[in-house]
């Protein structure tokens, strides 16, 4: 018996990207700490390993030989469910995104839908976490964190919008094939308000500093994770690094030409600097900005994200008309 | 309903979500201490004993944003079907249309605007 090679490609596709989802989060949490480090003027993570290098693979070793405790009061099968949920669509969003040529999950129409409609899980996630653990900390970030990612996600849908009317192709092969190579040939130069809100309300979706709110440290302890221990608290932080691998990834494809590279030398190798060199920008931004508050950081979204990127999408639609 | 490799695709990749969030869950359950007892169970909120259940009614003044919110979201998925078949029209009507459409959205954040929501009053008069 032979296994039929759609699902053979499926299933190698599935450990590349578990692969893909751990190894992210470990250099991902690196990077943040020696970029946190180098900002601030101290070298970060120094003593485990040459450079500190194995120190995530350590900490997240450490987080799985502590205890898993619940709150007497809380709700169990909830509190339970909240990190599998916000961790379980993750690996699905990468099913889509392609990597390079040959390097697809697999290729459907609705890639960008696909990934807005089961991104958009992990809210209900963080809602489910901050009210079952029964703490008003918790309660707060959650409910902090609905208002945000619902403000967050419009504007984010229309410069993700402005970008398929112009391709007119919601698959994100397409709409790297329909880029070329060169910086002047990215969408990025036809849209480059649309790349701004994108980025903006990106980093508000995936609830990052400056706009953390949902867990600002020095107000609500940890927001809605506050009563999430060892791997609990492990899987919304690894669920959170992967959501910005996502997002980081989802905008070079839309905005920076994906994978296509000069003179035929398409492949991982274009696309990987460009998805690096967004989430090094949105380390840059944490380690930078002071957080803001909630009342700014909604009104941000809601008087100028939102007109802004409606006005767009009007401006880009007259504009296809035009010429 | 017609079950294609996509439908595959997505229970095949939910599950291996799945697995990848029980997988470390039971190995911390396996590794991890069992401590009881004491204050252990108690809600950390910055060390004090917690007044009362934090399940209790309280104010959000969300939920006017959550109504724009639908607006929008709702509105917004049936543009990306016209995403797709917008460049392939011919002459201005199509341009008319999305404009009405976009526009009556606008209105919504305007009327919102002027009802003095975006100052974020505690209570709502609309």
């Known amino acids: ?323 | 309903m017609v079950f294609s490799w996509l439908h595959l695709a997505i229970v095949l990749f939910l599950l291996g979500g799945l697995l990848f969030g029980v997988g470390p869950l039971l190995l911390a359950v396996l590794l991890g201490p069992q401590a009881k007892g004491g204050d252990l169970g108690m809600p950390f909120e910055c060390g004090m004993r917690p007044h009362g259940s934090s399940w209790v009614k309280w104010g959000i003044s969300y939920y006017c944003y959550a109504l724009i919110f639908l607006a929008f979201d709702v509105d917004v998925l049936y543009l990306f079907p016209v995403a797709t078949a917008y460049g392939s029209t011919e002459g201005w009507l199509p341009f008319v249309k999305v404009f009405i459409f976009l526009f009556v959205l606008g209105i919504s954040i305007v009327y919102f605007w002027a009802k003095g929501v975006f100052s974020w009053p505690r209570r709502i008069k609309l």
Not at chain 1, 13 to 38: D, H, Q, T
Not at chain 1, 60 to 82: E, H, N, R, S
Not at chain 1, 151 to 168: D, M, N, R, S
């Open chain 1, 1 to 323: 018996m032979s296994i039929h090679p759609q699902l053979l490609h499926l299933i190698i596709a599935l450990i590349a990207v578990m692969a893909w989802v751990g190894l992210n989060a470990l250099v991902l949490v690196y990077f943040e700490r020696k970029g946190a480090g180098f900002i601030q003027r101290r070298p970060g993570p120094f003593e485990v390993g040459p450079q500190g290098i194995i120190q995530p693979l350590v900490d997240g070793i450490k987080l799985m030989c502590k205890q898993l405790v619940m709150p007497t009061g809380a709700d169990p099968v909830l509190f339970w469910t909240a990190p599998l949920l916000s961790m379980t669509p993750v690996l699905l969003l990468f099913l889509v995104l392609p990597y390079g040529p040959w390097l697809t999950g697999m290729q459907i129409d609705l890639g960008i839908l696909l990934i807005l409609a089961f991104a958009g899980i992990n809210v209900l996630a963080l809602l489910i976490a901050g009210w079952s653990s029964n703490n008003k900390y918790g309660l707060l970030g959650a409910a902090r964190a609905v208002a945000q990612s619902v403000a967050y996600e419009i504007p984010l849908l229309l410069a993700v919008l402005a970008v398929a009317f112009t391709t007119g192709t919601l698959d994100f092969v397409k709409i790297t094939e329909g880029q070329g190579p060169w910086p002047w040939q990215w969408n990025m130069v036809y849209q480059p308000l649309a790349f701004i809100i994108f980025i903006i309300s990106a980093v508000g979706e995936c609830n990052r500093a400056p706009f953390d709110l949902p867990e600002a440290e020095s107000e609500l302890t940890a927001g809605f994770h506050t009563e999430f221990s060892s791997m609990g608290f492990g899987l919304f932080f690894m669920a959170e690094y992967s959501y910005m691998v996502v997002v980081a990834s989802v905008a070079s494809t839309l905005f920076l030409g994906g994978y296509q590279g000069p003179f035929g030398s398409d492949g991982w190798w274009w696309y990987l600097p460009k998805v690096y060199a967004i989430l090094m920008f949105m380390i840059w931004i944490r380690w930078t900005y002071p957080r803001v508050t909630f009342v700014q950081l909604l009104n941000i979204n809601w008087k100028w994200l939102l007109p802004l990127g409606t006005v767009n999408l009007l401006a880009t639609a007259f504009f296809m008309k035009l010429f």
